[in-house]
């Protein structure tokens, strides 16, 4: 397997990463119990350290020189060689190394670790949703658009079809698992649509969390209310509910 | 009368810094503060050097007290960074005969030309280019022309082998060709061009910094008093301030030294900030040391050892060609300055230490000396080690090394070159002109110089029993070339 070292932010005054002739060293570091981080478990320590002939447990004074040094072009790493397998172990959670691009988020880490082989997979899963969410997508009435737009919170009543058709498109397109979860895979939509139309309506009262009809609280999180308008028993509660909508 | 105006370094080595009771020789002249209204650019010197010798004050030292310093009109100040005069260009495409290259082919078999796409003009007819093996050399013949956003070279393979050619894959697209030389026949009109790249630009901008203290009424007039002796003439003389101005000129200080260090930039691309102050104008930030050395060498430790430190020298000379200049400063904690000592005095037969006195020489012959360890190495590699208390302080460096319990930045050794680029110094002080130090007071009750006021008809700004203090100061960094200067850290999860 290749992968690649890369640098990822830039420094924000001189805005470049490196100057020209100038390299970081990423080296061990000591942990919080005083031991020292070299990224290998006691496997990788015994069968790395005999190929390599070295002793690689985190006192050994291997670890008092080692670096990986990165100038302003990328590190390329084959791990298929004993060294290369001993970087990519010591990169893959080193503190300042994130590893792959959906870890680029990491605290404090200004390096990522790219696996092209990896790195392909995890775009093709975000593809796959993708390609799933529009699937469905595709399926929905305008008079589903718009309950799902109310799902994601927002008045889609005063919209017009081409912009309900648009927003429901760009939210998609921004977070296609959100979408599937929210309407999708969401048994209770059809409750929660008519509970999110009853407080936009002010037939249901949102306090904070507690929702209220009339005097009577039916839920303090959403998820209750959502269970009590479901309720069988609370049936006539919901007619009332719906009938008043209705009626504004 | 007390004189201070021959503030030269052998002027200073023999200064002495004591508390005391008022006495007559303490005129208003020397006072302080009436000194840095009449000659502030001398006072102000002389107040850096001495806190950077007796509080451990090391940039405002290395600068201000050296005279390293610049006074500027805006706020903004830009320098180039001239990094290479040449440089190795990027293969874009190669063809031979017509078509790319496989690699199979013998490019420039038989002096059979080779056409290679590249970025920039940078070589000129005659010119003799090598490849990433230096073995293969190949020479331009006649004038590049453009292709679209590319210029396109002709070379024939420099040995003049028939038998000759370059291999392929250093004419794949990615491999570079830099300058080796240039050949010419005779009577020839053709000549190599010169390159003038652009410098890269770096700029940073002043900050305004305040201070403001109290004095009450009551307080008992103790004074500080810097006194200085001509070795020449064997003359003394005097400056010397009000204790309480004095603690909070120690504070002012070291605030500045410790922002000269720390600070980190805050204007957008076009200069300007989303920053703004109570009154709602813009409060600008320029970057300090650490960050102006940022991108520049950085390399991680648990355990200093020898290899580390040398090959750490080393990087930080590679930007530096002429051995005379190498001359780096570490400022760094007492824990670093342990690591350092365990690991030169123990290992290094490769360095010797310098007998030291406070400075000597002048200009590009100077030397720091007395509170600063000396080194030399191979190469002409000179190391001056200083102590650097802020990297020591519990109060400012609250992340402990996991071992020794101690402040983990206290290991922390920042490498500058102090050296002097093009007969000026590396590491200067930049200051808008006039406001490097402004002092002023708001008197009550009681004013600076001259005391309580004892008539109905003495003119005050306030009511308050005492009088306020204000400093200000417009300041900042210029590291003119950061890539010779680097960090050594001890790192901690």
């Given at each position: 397997m290749i992968v690649t070292l890369r640098q990822t932010s830039r420094d924000?005054?001189?805005?470049?990463?490196?100057?020209?002739?100038?390299?970081?060293?990423?080296?061990?570091?000591?942990?919080?119990?005083?031991?020292?981080?070299?990224?290998?478990?006691?496997?990788?320590?015994?069968?790395?350290?005999?190929?390599?002939?070295?002793?690689?447990?985190?006192?050994?004074?291997?670890?008092?020189?080692?670096?990986?040094r990165v100038s302003d072009s990328d590190v390329v790493i084959d791990t298929n060689t004993p060294e290369g397998e001993l970087k990519y172990l010591f990169l893959k959670n080193h503190k300042r190394v994130a590893n792959g691009l959906s870890d680029r988020t990491k605290p404090g880490a200004n390096f990522v670790l790219i696996n092209d082989d990896e790195q392909a997979k995890e775009i093709n899963k975000r593809n796959k949703v993708k390609r799933e969410a529009f699937r469905e997508f595709d399926k929905l009435s305008l008079s589903d658009m718009r309950k799902c737009l109310r799902l994601f919170g927002h008045a889609s009543d005063s919209l017009s079809n081409e912009l309900v058709e648009q927003k429901m498109n760009e939210l998609i397109d921004e977070n296609p698992q959100r979408f599937l979860d929210k309407w999708v895979d969401n048994k209770f939509r059809v409750v929660e649509f008519q509970l999110e139309d009853a407080v936009s309506k002010n037939v249901i009262r949102k306090n904070r969390n507690l929702y209220?009809?009339?005097?009577?609280?039916?839920?303090?999180?959403?998820?209750?209310?959502?269970?009590?308008?479901?309720?069988?028993?609370?049936?006539?509660?919901?007619?009332?509910?719906?009938?008043?909508?209705?009626?504004? | 009368m007390a004189s201070f105006n021959t503030m030269e370094n052998n002027v200073l080595n023999s200064l002495v810094l004591y508390k005391s009771k008022w006495f007559s020789d303490l005129v208003d002249e020397s006072k302080l503060s009436n000194?840095?209204?009449?000659?502030?650019?001398?006072?102000?010197?002389?107040?850096?050097?001495?806190?950077?010798?007796?509080?451990?004050?090391?940039?405002?030292?290395?600068?201000?007290?050296?005279?390293?310093t610049i006074e500027i009109e805006s706020r903004q100040y830009e320098w180039p960074l001239m990094i290479e005069f040449d440089k190795a260009v990027d293969i874009i495409q190669a063809k031979w005969q017509g078509s790319s290259i496989?690699?199979?082919?013998?490019?420039?078999?038989?002096?059979?030309?080779?056409q290679i796409w590249v970025r920039d003009k940078w070589f000129g007819p005659g010119a003799v280019l090598a490849f990433d093996d230096r073995e293969y050399q190949a020479r331009v013949t006649g004038a590049p022309y453009q292709d679209g956003e590319y210029w396109v070279y002709t070379l024939l393979v420099a040995d003049g082998q028939a038998d000759s050619f370059?291999?392929?894959?250093?004419?794949?697209?990615?491999?570079?060709?830099?300058?080796?030389?240039?050949a010419y026949e005779e009577y020839s009109e053709e000549a190599d061009i010169v390159n003038y790249p652009t410098p890269f630009k770096l700029r940073n901008q002043l900050t305004t910094m305040r201070l403001s203290y109290d004095i009450t009424g009551s307080a008992v007039s103790t004074v500080m008093v810097i006194a200085?002796?001509?070795?020449?003439?064997?003359?003394?003389?005097?400056?010397?301030?009000?204790?309480?101005?004095?603690?909070?000129?120690?504070?002012?200080?070291?605030?500045?030294?410790?922002?000269?260090?720390?600070?980190?930039?805050?204007?957008?691309?076009?200069?300007?900030?989303?920053?703004?102050?109570?009154?709602?104008?813009?409060?600008?930030?320029?970057?300090?040391?650490?960050?102006?050395?940022?991108?520049?060498?950085?390399r991680y430790y648990t355990t200093l050892t020898l290899d580390i430190l040398d090959e750490f020298l080393s990087d930080l000379s590679y930007n530096i060609l002429g051995k005379g200049e190498r001359k780096f400063v570490a400022l760094t904690g007492e824990m670093g300055m342990r690591e350092l000592d365990r690991v030169l005095r123990a290992k290094a037969t490769g360095y010797s230490l310098v007998d030291t006195h406070f400075v000597t020489g002048s200009g590009q012959d100077l030397t720091l000396q007395g509170q600063f360890v000396t080194y030399k190495g191979l190469n002409g590699i000179q190391l001056d080690i200083k102590h650097f208390p802020f990297y020591d302080n519990t109060v400012y460096n609250r992340k402990l090394h996991p071992i020794t319990g101690k402040p983990l930045e206290s290991y922390r050794m920042t490498f500058i070159d102090y050296g002097m680029r093009d007969g000026e110094p590396n590491l200067i002080k930049v200051i808008r002109k006039?406001?490097?130090?402004?002092?002023?007071?708001?008197?009550?009750?009681?004013?600076?110089?001259?005391?309580?006021?004892?008539s109905i008809s003495t003119l005050r700004s306030n009511a308050k029993d005492g009088y306020s203090v204000h400093f200000l100061s417009e300041q900042g960094l210029m590291l003119k070339d950061p890539t010779t200067s680097g960090e050594l850290i001890c790192d901690a999860e």
């Amino acid at each position: 397997m290749i992968v690649t070292l890369r640098q990822t932010s830039r420094d924000s005054w001189s805005g470049v990463r490196r100057y020209k002739n100038c390299s970081v060293y990423l080296a061990p570091y000591l942990t919080r119990s005083g031991g020292r981080y070299t990224g290998l478990s006691r496997e990788d320590e015994t069968k790395l350290g005999e190929a390599l002939r070295v002793d690689l447990s985190p006192s050994s004074e291997y670890w008092d020189t080692f670096f990986i040094r990165v100038s302003d072009s990328d590190v390329v790493i084959d791990t298929n060689t004993p060294e290369g397998e001993l970087k990519y172990l010591f990169l893959k959670n080193h503190k300042r190394v994130a590893n792959g691009l959906s870890d680029r988020t990491k605290p404090g880490a200004n390096f990522v670790l790219i696996n092209d082989d990896e790195q392909a997979k995890e775009i093709n899963k975000r593809n796959k949703v993708k390609r799933e969410a529009f699937r469905e997508f595709d399926k929905l009435s305008l008079s589903d658009m718009r309950k799902c737009l109310r799902l994601f919170g927002h008045a889609s009543d005063s919209l017009s079809n081409e912009l309900v058709e648009q927003k429901m498109n760009e939210l998609i397109d921004e977070n296609p698992q959100r979408f599937l979860d929210k309407w999708v895979d969401n048994k209770f939509r059809v409750v929660e649509f008519q509970l999110e139309d009853a407080v936009s309506k002010n037939v249901i009262r949102k306090n904070r969390n507690l929702y209220q009809y009339g005097t009577e609280i039916i839920g303090r999180s959403k998820d209750e209310a959502i269970a009590f308008l479901e309720d069988v028993k609370n049936q006539d509660i919901k007619m009332a509910i719906i009938k008043e909508m209705n009626a504004k | 009368m007390a004189s201070f105006n021959t503030m030269e370094n052998n002027v200073l080595n023999s200064l002495v810094l004591y508390k005391s009771k008022w006495f007559s020789d303490l005129v208003d002249e020397s006072k302080l503060s009436n000194a840095l209204m009449t000659k502030p650019h001398e006072v102000s010197t002389v107040l850096s050097y001495v806190f950077g010798r007796y509080e451990g004050n090391t940039i405002d030292f290395l600068t201000m007290g050296l005279g390293k310093t610049i006074e500027i009109e805006s706020r903004q100040y830009e320098w180039p960074l001239m990094i290479e005069f040449d440089k190795a260009v990027d293969i874009i495409q190669a063809k031979w005969q017509g078509s790319s290259i496989s690699s199979g082919d013998t490019p420039g078999l038989n002096q059979t030309p080779i056409q290679i796409w590249v970025r920039d003009k940078w070589f000129g007819p005659g010119a003799v280019l090598a490849f990433d093996d230096r073995e293969y050399q190949a020479r331009v013949t006649g004038a590049p022309y453009q292709d679209g956003e590319y210029w396109v070279y002709t070379l024939l393979v420099a040995d003049g082998q028939a038998d000759s050619f370059i291999l392929p894959s250093l004419l794949s697209a990615g491999s570079k060709v830099s300058r080796e030389g240039s050949a010419y026949e005779e009577y020839s009109e053709e000549a190599d061009i010169v390159n003038y790249p652009t410098p890269f630009k770096l700029r940073n901008q002043l900050t305004t910094m305040r201070l403001s203290y109290d004095i009450t009424g009551s307080a008992v007039s103790t004074v500080m008093v810097i006194a200085m002796r001509d070795p020449q003439s064997g003359k003394k003389s005097f400056l010397w301030s009000d204790f309480q101005e004095w603690r909070a000129l120690r504070q002012w200080y070291e605030t500045m030294d410790r922002w000269l260090v720390y600070s980190k930039y805050n204007a957008n691309a076009d200069g300007t900030t989303d920053l703004a102050g109570t009154n709602g104008r813009p409060v600008y930030i320029g970057a300090g040391l650490l960050q102006q050395i940022a991108p520049a060498n950085k390399r991680y430790y648990t355990t200093l050892t020898l290899d580390i430190l040398d090959e750490f020298l080393s990087d930080l000379s590679y930007n530096i060609l002429g051995k005379g200049e190498r001359k780096f400063v570490a400022l760094t904690g007492e824990m670093g300055m342990r690591e350092l000592d365990r690991v030169l005095r123990a290992k290094a037969t490769g360095y010797s230490l310098v007998d030291t006195h406070f400075v000597t020489g002048s200009g590009q012959d100077l030397t720091l000396q007395g509170q600063f360890v000396t080194y030399k190495g191979l190469n002409g590699i000179q190391l001056d080690i200083k102590h650097f208390p802020f990297y020591d302080n519990t109060v400012y460096n609250r992340k402990l090394h996991p071992i020794t319990g101690k402040p983990l930045e206290s290991y922390r050794m920042t490498f500058i070159d102090y050296g002097m680029r093009d007969g000026e110094p590396n590491l200067i002080k930049v200051i808008r002109k006039d406001r490097g130090l402004v002092m002023w007071h708001t008197g009550g009750s009681v004013a600076p110089g001259s005391g309580h006021a004892k008539s109905i008809s003495t003119l005050r700004s306030n009511a308050k029993d005492g009088y306020s203090v204000h400093f200000l100061s417009e300041q900042g960094l210029m590291l003119k070339d950061p890539t010779t200067s680097g960090e050594l850290i001890c790192d901690a999860e």
